[in-house]
């Protein structure tokens, strides 16, 4: 009998090594980092010093919004004000100089009240300059006659006023777009100085002069 040897094969399986990378959740790429200086920045232009607030520097934020609202509050306070003035300037002009006013009275009609006596000799310096008929006041509710010169003096007066105010209104209309401007910059300044802008450095040192006795307040920034 022959006997024929059993050979018996075992297969060996191999697992490939895997191998995995860590991964810091905290850090942010560089792309990412952009991203959030960018989003920052454009905050700052809706409302100043919001980027600064999303950034975590809050002490910077806090003054761009308190000087925001500071600003929003006198543009708002000087322009109703300026107003109220406007209007008791017609109303004065009504009782003592039998302005109607009404169609065609706009504010340039209500500056020219003040400037002659009546109608009649405003329409004949302009005859006068040779303007246009347009640039007179025709109709009889435009007319206008000064009872005496005091009256008109006092109305220039309440006209001069309300246009100082009115400037006063634009004055912090402009500071609010200047806030916005500077805590866009104050960010991007921020985002190449590792977070640390011009406005969170500030540094106030009082000086005394003991010669003349002046005394001031110096201010330094540092990066």
Same mark, same amino acid.
């Given at each position: 009998?022959?006997?024929?040897? %059993?050979?018996?094969?075992?297969?060996?399986?191999?697992?490939?090594?895997?191998?995995?990378?860590?991964?810091?959740?905290?850090?942010?790429?560089?792309?990412?980092?952009?991203?959030?200086?960018?989003?920052?920045?454009?905050?700052?232009?809706?409302?100043?010093?919001?980027?600064?607030?999303?950034?975590?520097?809050?002490?910077?934020?806090?003054? /761009?919004?308190?000087?925001?609202?500071?600003?929003?509050?006198?543009?708002?306070?000087?322009?109703?004000?300026?107003?109220?003035?406007?209007?008791?300037? !017609?109303?004065?002009?009504?009782?003592?100089?039998?302005?109607?006013?009404?169609?065609?009275?706009? =504010?340039?009609?209500?500056?020219?009240?003040?400037?002659? *006596?009546?109608?009649?000799?405003?329409?004949?310096?302009?005859?006068?300059? !040779?303007?246009?008929?347009? =640039?007179?006041?025709?109709?009889?509710?435009?007319?206008?006659?000064?009872?005496? =010169?005091?009256? !008109?003096?006092?109305?220039?007066?309440?006209?001069?006023?309300?246009?100082?105010?009115? %400037?006063?209104?634009?004055? /912090? %209309?402009?500071? *609010?777009?200047?806030?916005?401007?500077?805590?866009? %910059?104050? *960010?991007?300044?921020?985002?190449?100085? =590792?977070?640390?802008?011009? /406005?969170?450095?500030?540094?106030?040192?009082?000086?005394?002069?003991?010669?003349?006795?002046?005394?001031?307040?110096?201010?330094?920034?540092?990066?």
């Amino acid at each position: 009998m022959l006997m024929l040897p %059993v050979i018996s094969s075992a297969q060996v399986q191999v697992e490939e090594e895997v191998s995995t990378d860590s991964v810091n959740i905290l850090q942010l790429s560089k792309n990412e980092s952009e991203k959030s200086i960018a989003l920052a920045m454009t905050a700052n232009l809706l409302v100043p010093g919001l980027g600064h607030y999303y950034m975590g520097n809050e002490k910077v934020a806090f003054g /761009f919004i308190a000087s925001d609202v500071l600003f929003l509050f006198g543009a708002i306070t000087c322009n109703q004000y300026s107003n109220n003035i406007f209007s008791s300037a !017609r109303a004065y002009a009504y009782k003592y100089a039998n302005v109607q006013g009404g169609s065609g009275a706009d =504010d340039y009609f209500w500056q020219n009240v003040g400037t002659t *006596m009546d109608s009649k000799g405003y329409n004949m310096i302009q005859e006068l300059n !040779r303007a246009s008929e347009t =640039d007179e006041y025709l109709a009889s509710n435009l007319q206008w006659k000064w009872s005496d =010169d005091y009256y !008109r003096t006092q109305y220039n007066g309440f006209i001069k006023k309300s246009m100082h105010y009115k %400037v006063a209104s634009n004055f /912090f %209309v402009g500071a *609010m777009i200047l806030n916005r401007l500077v805590s866009f %910059v104050d *960010m991007k300044i921020a985002s190449g100085h =590792d977070g640390k802008s011009i /406005f969170s450095s500030l540094k106030f040192y009082p000086q005394y002069t003991a010669i003349n006795g002046a005394s001031g307040l110096t201010c330094t920034s540092e990066f």
